[in-house]
């Protein structure tokens, strides 16, 4: 149906804008800086006992896995070039 097109493409557009927001800001930051920013901003959250720490190091894990599928998408998309 209709709505349901709009709904995917909606969809895919929100997931690429995001991945490559992420590959953007990977690029110009490494992800312990990025981690240390976030933690900073999120510091106040500890007043209300929010695991910021361990939100933080989700974060973490997940912007060093982001970079590593990126380049398993282009290796995979060109498997001749190199990296």
Partial sequence: TRRGVNLAVSSSCLTFTVLQSAHLALCTTTPEAMAAGIRWFLRPLIIVKAPVDEI?????????????VFEEVLLTLNPNSQI
């Fill in 56 to 68: 933080v190091f989700t974060l973490l894990l997940s912007l060093r896995f982001t970079a590593i």
